[in-house]
């Protein structure tokens, strides 16, 4: 597992992937963990190293929150950098990518003309889509939003087509499209957009693209330089094993201007109107405002902040490297969710080229239909019951299984995502078909109408993610 020595330089030790690799996580023996993109988890070698720093925090409170903690989160800060290939000075830590989108739309100063649009997509994560309707109602006129509906699978030439139409129909109604918010890698379902492609439509369209990253950094290569986005967030948490909660939020040094202010605004900053007896109560450091601005935004036990270097080494030493972790994820989700489908007797949600899978979820749809007669193979789920069916599932998956699955409807049919990692192997995917299998015929036999009652609610959450559409299924 690796040790530290007495200097403090934890020593570690290569482990194959798979089952040995479980050795190093913290989950419960009898639990399998099939679902790391919602909330990821942490080696223990991690944890401990956390634990580290909270102890020197309670050791000596002040002097390690005024005085250490700005050089060591400016090491981390480096490391995630280094990883994104961007200057340090673009990149501040944040608690989760929707902290970003938020510090980024609540920052904006739209137009008074009443022209300005936000662009998304309908695949756009829950709390973001929520995030851009608050915007709009909150500036109470001066910006709009412009959803851009999707039906998969895609390719990404078709994709960009969409979006292309999107930017000449808002221009048509004689608006102005100020900024588009679009995903590295969307949540439900879990597919990779081409969000290179989008971010040079943006930039050849005069659009600030504000990248949701969400399962970005440790999930798929990035290189943000020759992106090239105009924001840019991503959570260190899902995929590149660093406590939760943690983020990166990349700003280029030419848009820094463009957020005022840090979420929460903290003493970092800097009004306008000179108001006097308002000083920051830290030490200058010589950073830039904006870096300053995220240096310290209230007391918070911000120390998962601190281990985003040592998780990053711990990648490199005991698992080979970022390009040995999404080469063994990318191959599992692909093979395994294959495996899965035929089981099923569906298949994958992908397009020709396979570059909506090109990453390490995989979406398997599953056999069962709203039709009250459906095909052979296929499991009839009572008109009503799309949300009541997702509840019951994934209870059966966790009371009776010891696993989670992310289960959501989508275009009108049930999808059960999963994730590659490097602590599973085949094995566990074959069985997650099995489990997936029997809980379909339970389905056909009308087992979760006997223990559920009928669910009429406004919105669910599923595994860390919003599943709009299991509501428009059930409305």
């Not at 634990?51 to 409170?61: D, F, L």
Request: a negative charge.
């Amino acid at each position: 597992m690796g040790e530290a020595s007495q200097n403090g330089v934890s020593k570690y030790e290569r482990t194959p992937f798979g089952k040995e690799m479980l050795k190093h996580f913290l989950f419960d023996p009898k639990f399998k963990n099939l679902n790391h993109g919602s909330f990821g988890s942490i080696p223990r070698a991690i944890k401990e190293k956390r634990i580290q720093y909270q102890e020197a925090s309670e050791a000596r409170p002040d002097p390690f929150i005024r005085y250490e903690l700005p050089s060591i989160i400016d090491e981390n800060r480096a490391a995630v950098a280094k990883v994104l290939n961007v200057p340090v000075e673009t990149a501040v830590i944040i608690p989760n990518a929707t902290t970003g989108i938020n510090t980024v739309l609540r920052n904006m100063k739209w137009d008074e003309d009443e022209k300005d649009e936000i662009l998304y997509f309908n695949t756009i994560y829950g709390a973001c889509g929520k995030t851009v309707e608050y915007v709009c109602e909150s500036a109470r006129g001066p910006v709009q939003a412009r959803e851009i509906k999707l039906e998969y699978p895609l390719s990404d030439d078709e994709l960009v087509s969409k979006f292309k139409e999107a930017i000449k129909a808002s221009r048509a109604a004689r608006k102005f499209p100020r900024i588009a918010i679009f995903d590295v890698i969307s949540s439900l379902p879990g597919l990779r957009m081409p969000f290179e492609k989008l971010t040079k439509l943006c930039k050849e369209e005069g659009i600030l693209s504000c990248i949701d990253g969400a399962h970005g950094v440790g999930h798929i290569p990035l290189d943000l330089s020759a992106v090239d986005p105009d924001f840019f967030t991503s959570n260190c948490h899902k995929w590149l094993f660093v406590p939760r909660g943690c983020a990166v939020f990349y700003v280029p040094v030419r848009n820094q201007h463009l957020i005022r202010s840090s979420l929460p605004t903290s003493h970092g900053f800097i009004p306008k109107a000179a108001i006097g007896g308002l000083p920051n109560p830290f030490e200058a450091t010589g950073k830039s405002d904006f870096v300053t601005q995220f240096q310290f935004c209230g007391t918070i036990d911000n120390t998962n902040y601190f281990c985003i270097a040592e998780a990053i080494k711990w990648r490199e030493e005991v698992c080979g490297g970022e390009k040995a972790i999404t080469d063994y994820n990318h191959n599992l989700a692909f093979e395994g969710g294959k495996m899965i489908a035929d089981m099923l007797g569906t298949n994958l949600l992908d397009n020709e080229e396979h570059t909506m899978t090109n990453c390490s979820l995989v979406n398997i749809l599953l056999p069962l239909s709203s039709s009250s007669s459906p095909a052979p193979g296929i499991y009839s789920v009572k008109e009503g019951y799309g949300t009541t069916v997702i509840h019951w599932m994934q209870h059966v998956l966790v009371d009776e299984f010891q696993t989670f699955i992310a289960i959501y409807q989508f275009q009108g049919q049930w999808y059960a995502r999963l994730s590659g990692q490097v602590y599973l192997d085949i094995d566990d995917f074959k069985w997650a078909g099995e489990k997936l299998k029997e809980i379909c015929e339970r389905i056909g036999k009308g087992e979760y109408v006997k223990e559920e009652k009928k669910v009429d609610s406004v919105e669910m959450v599923v595994g860390g993610d919003l599943g709009k559409e299991c509501i428009k299924a059930n409305a």
